[in-house]
């Protein structure tokens, strides 16, 4: 059986700690889209770790970490990655790689730097870890797949066709040095010592562990919001975050994927440009943003302080519709023990006209928030396990929010540890 968790809006949803639980009891953990340009913070008895490429499962010894063929796979940073758990004790994961996976090559974070610079103030608010220009080369063909690492004479044609088409893009677009296809053939072959231990048919495995009953998590990163199809496009990522396809960027059925888990937050967060309806400034926002997750909001992977906003549950009911949830996590509910008011948007007003559906991004940019204010409980939420035990006005809280976005709530965090976590049954029939 697959299991697949996702975020319902623009990322930063708390998806690393609800994966982490899951973790516990799957057999295979997958990462299928995205590379290292997000990251995911997990709390657990090693301590606190901000993962970018490793899948979540990392940190268990019965489970398989599994990086998909729908990655962007930066190796050295994989590698990176590996060291930085197992210097703190965390014992050596069992990691596949797909040999389908792309690689991230030297040239495409540079390309990322010289693009958001040529750009300027017209930037896309890119991380500049390669991602883009990595799904543009492999959609135009010209990618590196891992499995190519060991074919030496395809290996050799393609790096020298390749940098010459790079060389004039560098020389003439964007004015830089020029690259080496000697050089960056010799750092193709220490990727190729890297990865050799881990490359395998990952759709091959996958079939033979469905046929055996095994548990499969896949794990999202970003949400629904930075989908280059149904998401604010251009401020998007350039992978799709989606549950469905789970299916394609680990090789399965997709009908095999029974239950998705849609993570929301109990406020908003952003980073990075685009349309933010709910979004709040000043000190509103910075109160929020300091008490915000597990040491304030801000970039797991850039530091960067994330822009801050009420919940919004046109985002979110939209959210959860394209991921196809079956369940809703939903998280950091703790933080908004402060407040004595919390405004929630409840539709968006577009020329004049109030709407529940969440438009197109030309519409998106005039859309003005429709805020409902519902009282807060004013008291520290941390260590309730059971949903009756919450104050009144904060499962007031999380039911209005359900009955807005129409999808079931049946986990709630509560704090930012493996333990704080609250079940609940679904009030809806699934
Ligand atoms: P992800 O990319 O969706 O995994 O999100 P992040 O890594 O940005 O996680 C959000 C932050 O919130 C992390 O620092 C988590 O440790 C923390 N966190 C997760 N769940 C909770 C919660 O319920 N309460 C609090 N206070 N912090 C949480």
Redesign the pocket.
């Known amino acids: 059986m697959v299991k697949a968790v996702v975020?319902a809006n623009w990322?930063?949803?708390?998806?690393?700690?609800?994966?982490d639980m899951l973790a516990e009891k799957a057999d295979i953990i997958i990462r299928f889209q995205g590379g290292a340009n997000?990251?995911?913070?997990?709390?657990n008895d090693y301590g606190?770790f901000?993962l970018h490429t490793l899948p979540?499962g990392v940190f268990y010894g019965h489970t398989t970490s599994i990086i998909g063929n729908g990655v962007a796979l930066n190796i050295p940073v994989l590698f990176e990655e590996i060291k930085s758990i197992t210097d703190r004790d965390v014992p050596m994961p069992k990691l596949l790689v797909s040999d389908r996976a792309q690689i991230v090559m030297p040239y495409h974070i540079l390309f990322d730097q010289y693009e958001e610079e040529r750009l300027g103030g017209k930037s896309f608010g890119s991380t500049k870890s390669g991602i883009a220009p990595f799904y543009s080369d492999k959609y135009a063909k010209i990618g590196f797949q891992v499995s190519e690492l060991f074919d030496e004479e395809r290996l050799k044609e393609k790096v020298f066709r390749t940098v010459e088409m790079k060389n004039v893009l560098l020389e003439h677009l964007y004015h830089k040095p020029l690259l080496n296809s000697e050089e960056m053939l010799e750092t193709l072959h220490g990727y190729r010592e890297m990865i050799a231990p881990y490359v395998c048919d990952v759709s091959a495995y996958l079939d033979k562990a469905l046929k055996e009953n095994k548990t499969i998590l896949l794990e999202g990163?970003?949400?629904t919001l930075k989908d280059p199809d149904h998401g604010i496009y251009p401020m998007v990522t350039s992978s799709s975050t989606l549950a469905a396809y789970g299916a394609i960027g680990a090789g399965l059925p997709p009908y095999e994927i029974k239950e998705i888990y849609t993570?929301c937050?109990?406020y908003s967060s952003a980073v990075g440009a685009g349309a933010f309806v709910s979004e709040i400034f000043g000190e509103e926002a910075d109160e929020l943003r300091r008490r915000?997750?597990?040491?304030g909001?801000y970039?797991?992977t850039t530091g960067r302080p994330r822009r801050m906003g009420w919940f919004d549950c046109v985002a979110s009911k939209y959210g959860c519709r394209l991921q196809g949830t079956t369940d809703v996590a939903f998280?950091?509910?703790?933080?908004l023990g402060y407040l004595d008011e919390i405004p929630v948007c409840v539709g968006y007003e577009i020329d004049g006209e109030v709407t529940m559906d969440f438009p197109v991004t030309a519409k998106l940019e005039k859309a003005k928030p429709v805020l409902e204010t519902l009282p807060g409980w004013k008291c520290d939420i941390?260590g309730i396990r059971n949903y009756e035990d919450l104050p009144e006005n904060c499962r007031k809280y999380v039911e209005f929010i359900e009955e807005q976005i129409g999808y079931p709530v049946t986990m709630?965090?509560?704090?930012?540890?493996r333990s704080?976590?609250i079940y609940r049954e679904s009030p809806f029939k699934k």
């Open positions: 975020g990322g930063d949803e708390g998806k690393g700690k609800i994966t997000a990251g995911h913070t997990i709390v606190k901000a979540s990163q970003l949400g993570v937050k109990a915000g997750g597990d040491g909001e970039g797991a998280t950091v509910l703790d933080v941390r709630i965090s509560n704090g930012p540890s704080d976590i």
